[in-house]
């Protein structure tokens, strides 16, 4: 298996993720017209408007007027990740999966993996900090999420450039480093938990199959949602949990062929009626 196949989808994945902050950096900087805006809303063409949904989930509860473009382009995302990508935000889009995957990474290059931590954090923490960022939207009036949200904070930062907002991003950094396994995403990034939520019934999902499977167990060590993956070694299944973000690392370690992505629904039916 060559480096580049073994890879693919971790290459595609960072194509997208610089591409888009390219095509951000390029409007802002030389005036291009292909996307405009930020991560928050943005312009498709020059026609198609997309909006992140979450901050106008808080921009409604903190009761400010949404324009017409603002709730299209939120539910044209909603219906996307809805219905075909899941949570692939977190893996194909956003840019501090960038910042928490060298994290990880360095993390098992010192071996910190290994140190056993007094406490654990609950992986529900991120649906209450949804629900938190929600009640002081309105509370405040403001979308309160938006204010600290370090997404936000490094997609503009490497589009206009990063200012004081380097010390939240070195801070999740060093909180994934040596305070929590995927500490940020996988325990309190609300985004996150939005996406968990509104992309549990998508199409593409990675599909087991128990016959090639060897248990080797490498797939659930480096999936950064290891709970969705409880079929491992037990039954051939879609990993249905919504928490999966469609990373894809599970399939480019797995050496039995024994995950690949494939459409629910569709062929869950098709393996039924053989
Ligand atoms: S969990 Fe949050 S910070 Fe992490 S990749 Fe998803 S949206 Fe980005
Ligand atoms: S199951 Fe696979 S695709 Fe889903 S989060 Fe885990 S490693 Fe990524």
Known sequence: MTWLFKHRFL???????????????AANVWGWKIL??????????????????????????????LGL????GAGIITLFYALIGGRAFCSWVCPVNMITDAANGLRRLLRINEVEYRYVLSRHLRYWILALSIVLS?????????????IGILNRGLIFGIGFGGAVIAGVFLFDLFGAKNGFCGHLCPLGGFYSLI???????????????TVCMKCTEICPEK????????RSEFVTMGECS????????????????????LNQKKSASL
């Open 11 to 25: 290459i595609l994945r960072r194509l997208s993720q610089i591409g888009m902050i390219f095509l951000y950096f």
């Open 36 to 65: 405009q805006g930020n991560l928050g809303s943005s312009l498709l063409f020059e026609t198609l408007p997309l909006s992140d949904p979450f901050a106008v989930v808080q921009m409604s509860a903190a009761g400010a007027l």
């Open 69 to 72: 473009d603002l709730l299209i």
């Open 138 to 150: 309105a509370i405040f009036g403001v979308a309160a999420f938006e204010f600290v949200s370090p």
């Open 199 to 213: 992309g549990r019934f998508s199409l593409i999902r990675v599909k087991h199959n128990q016959e090639k499977c």
């Open 227 to 234: 709970p969705v993956l409880h079929m491992i070694g037990k």
């Open 246 to 265: 469609n990373c894809a690392r599970c399939i480019e370690v797995c050496e039995s062929d024994a995950l690949h992505f494939d459409i629910r629904f």
